[in-house]
């Protein structure tokens, strides 16, 4: 048995000439059951966590953020990286905050009081490990459409996705949802129902033992 992360990935292998009947999906998982914090609680900042690079997209994200303008919501940047100082300079006068490397407590205290984390990115993930996580503290996901992120999040259901290095995209399938909070609480539910489905330990685990019991049928069935 062979193992990816996702179906992008499964369909990449099989196309590179793994047997396709042997290639199983087990996703990334969050460890741990963290509490959610209450959308109504929530504060009204969006939040990115990532490596400030190019494949990231955080240009692109920037870009969007210029778009808007002013009136833009606040943009919490976590991470460092080779663009930071260019792009505080873009974002100067924007609400737009670089908190850089911080530790992973206070990574997932930004993501569980976020109303939206985004994830521009502009090459193949292979899973988007911020996504599930994201996902446990029932925060809803803005992904680009590249790879596997649209197959984890579904758009309108517990996130949105747009074209990828599209600015106005990234616009377009945002600004919707921050304006209707119901719509933005249905997704931030769904989130974490997708967590408690897939995403956490337990389910990790049992389709792990399911990989395996398929390998031994499979090898019971070669000859010595």
């Known amino acids: ?3 990816t992360l996702s179906d992008f ?3 990449l292998m099989a ?21 959610v914090v209450p959308f109504v609680n ?29 009136a833009a919501p606040e943009l919490r ?4 990286g080779p663009l930071r100082q260019e792009l505080q300079r873009e974002a100067a006068g924007l609400p737009v905050k670089f908190l850089g490397q911080v530790s992973a407590e206070v990574a997932q205290e930004q993501i569980s009081n976020a109303r939206l984390l985004v994830l521009p990115s502009e090459w193949f993930e292979t899973f988007g490990l911020v996504i599930s996580e994201a996902f446990a503290f029932g925060t809803p996901v803005a ?54 489905r897939l995403y956490n330990e337990q389910a990790n685990y049992e389709r ?15 000859p010595s």
């Open 143 to 196: 992904v680009s459409n590249l790879g596997p992120l649209p197959s984890i999040v579904q758009n309108g259901v517990n996130g949105v996705v747009f074209e990828a290095r599209n600015a106005a995209a990234l616009l377009a399938a945002v600004q919707p949802v921050l304006a209707d909070p119901s719509v933005l609480k249905g997704m931030a539910e769904n989130a974490r129902q997708d967590f408690e």
């Open 77 to 80: 940047m976590i991470g460092d």
């Open 15 to 35: 196309t590179g000439g793994l047997p396709a009947a042997k290639i199983h999906v087990k996703p990334n998982f969050y460890s741990g059951n963290p509490a």
């Open 208 to 222: 792990l033992m399911e990989i395996y019991e398929q390998a031994i049928e499979v090898n019971r069935g070669i």
């Open 42 to 70: 929530r504060q009204s900042y969006l939040v990115f966590v990532g490596r400030l690079g190019e494949e990231k997209g955080v240009r692109t994200l920037i870009e969007a953020w210029k778009q808007w303008g002013a």
């Open 9 to 11: 990935q499964r369909r």
């Open 1 to 3: 048995a062979f193992i």
